[in-house]
């Protein structure tokens, strides 16, 4: 019962979701852009490093990640505890149908940098690729906040061995 309570509270806080729809095929377009001379390694397949660049904006970095095949840029958190996503790019992967009702694991509330607790929902992301790394099964929180900010935090960075960071280049080297 708590579960349908949270399918129907997540759907209907997610329907408000403007725009989403309307930049699906410019978001495809980039995906398509970005896919190209990628080989993929899955988990396991690990050997060397891969590299993504990263942006720096206001004081964070972002760097590029695809979610389920989507490609949204987060910001970099080592103090992350997991993925985090807004309600918003929830809604997309919800519309695209590369998150399903089994994604949903449950409810929780999490605290924030600020120690504020806030109530969200855990999914399990089918993919999160890094470079040419993917990642699979990753949990991910979605925040009940529109704008909040999308966080790669240690659900997914705990399963690189070694990250490494150079700001005269502005990489940052997954091993």
């Keep these: 019962?708590?579960?349908?309570?949270?399918?129907?509270?997540?759907?209907?806080?997610?329907?408000?979701?403007?725009?989403?729809?309307?930049?699906?095929?410019?978001?495809?377009?980039?995906?398509?852009?970005?896919?190209?001379?990628?080989?993929?390694?899955?988990?396991?397949?690990?050997?060397?490093?891969?590299?993504?660049?990263?942006?720096e904006d206001n004081g964070v970095y972002k760097v590029p990640v695809l979610i389920n095949g989507s490609k949204m840029d987060f910001i970099f958190d080592t103090g992350a505890s997991i993925i985090?996503?807004?309600?918003?790019?929830?809604?997309?992967?919800?519309?695209?149908?590369?998150?399903?009702?089994?994604?949903?694991?449950?409810?929780?509330n999490f605290q924030d940098a600020t120690g504020n607790i806030s109530p969200g929902t855990v999914v399990r992301l089918k993919s999160v690729q890094i470079g040419d790394r993917v990642l699979q099964n990753v949990e991910a929180s979605i925040v009940n906040n529109t704008v909040a900010p999308l966080l790669l935090g240690q659900s997914a960075l705990a399963q690189f061995g070694k990250i490494s960071i150079d700001y005269e280049r502005k990489k940052i080297s997954f091993e």
């Design 84 to 108: 985090s996503i807004s309600t918003t790019e929830a809604m997309f992967l919800y519309k695209q149908g590369t998150l399903r009702e089994d994604d949903f694991i449950g409810s929780v």
């Design 1 to 55: 019962m708590t579960r349908y309570i949270l399918y129907a509270f997540i759907i209907i806080n997610l329907s408000g979701c403007s725009g989403c729809s309307k930049s699906k095929n410019r978001r495809k377009a980039q995906i398509e852009r970005d896919k190209t001379n990628l080989t993929v390694k899955r988990a396991g397949d690990w050997s060397g490093t891969t590299s993504v660049y990263m942006e």
